[in-house]
């Protein structure tokens, strides 16, 4: 069975400054998906950014980065620059394709930004 | 166009009675998800529909659960004889198809038993 862990319940950062948030997993397949979702105080889950596993490419959107270690099966987020707005809590997931693309989440990361 | 969309969107009740919780996807999406999230923990999946085919139900946490999907569109979340337990936030996500990889979350209703 898949497994993600998030071992950062907490982070704070300060405005304009960068943060990194961890997340590993455990998994036996080699094809799956990997993603970032932010989930603000609305309780609307966003998704911020998403990786392929067989891209060895690391995925970037905006601010937002990732440095994907498949050997290692890590899985952290770099918030670059980082804004008020960017409060929130994030959970990292994980999708295999078979035999239900369901989503497996970490149990989150609470970032704090401070002006 | 429109989000996914839940009702209600916060519901308490009594221990014992049942409730039903709405999902309404993204017209045209196909694939429907529904997803408990506890108090400071992360999702857990409870039920997966795809078009016509028999939903996955390996994450429903007991046969007080049940959901169904009327027309291919809306969904309900049914919890029968609730527990304190259940207590939570049910959110639904959607997606075009089930090889699509991003989901779309609805704002999720948060259920309170007293």
Redesign the interface.
């Known amino acids: 069975a898949q497994t ?1 862990t ?1 071992s950062q319940p907490e982070m704070s950062v300060q405005e304009a400054e960068t943060v990194t948030l961890s997340c590993t997993y455990d998994t036996s397949e080699n094809n799956y ?1 990997l993603f970032w ?1 932010k989930q603000p105080p ?6 911020v950014i ?1 990786q ?1 596993a067989y891209k060895q490419q690391n995925a970037t959107e905006n601010r937002f980065s990732v440095n994907f270690q498949k050997a290692a099966k890590s899985f952290s987020l770099k918030i670059s620059d980082s804004q008020l707005g960017d409060t929130a809590m994030y ?1 990292c ?1 994980f ?1 295999a ?1 078979l ?10 990361t609470r970032l704090q930004v401070f002006p | 166009g429109a989000g996914v969309s839940q009702s209600p969107s916060n519901k308490v009740t009594e221990k014992g009675k049942d409730v039903e919780l709405r999902c309404d996807p993204i017209s045209g999406h196909t ?1 429907l ?1 529904w ?1 408990r999230q506890s108090l ?6 409870l039920i ?1 529909f795809q078009g016509n085919s028999a939903p ?1 139900k ?2 429903l946490p007991s046969d007080r659960f049940s959901a169904e999907r009327t027309g291919g569109s809306v969904s309900t979340l049914t919890i029968q004889r609730t527990q304190q337990e259940d207590s939570a ?1 049910y ?1 639904c ?1 959607s ?1 075009p198809t ?2 699509y ?3 779309f ?4 209703t ?1 259920l309170t038993v007293l």
């Open positions: 993600v998030q998906y979702y609305s309780r609307q889950m966003i998704l998403r392929e959970f997931a999708m394709l035999p239900t693309d369901k989503l497996i989440f970490g149990t989150g | 694939a998800y997803y400071g923990q992360g999702l857990e999946f997966y996955d390996s994450g936030v959110l996500a997606s089930s090889s990889n991003e989901q979350f609805g704002p999720g948060r």
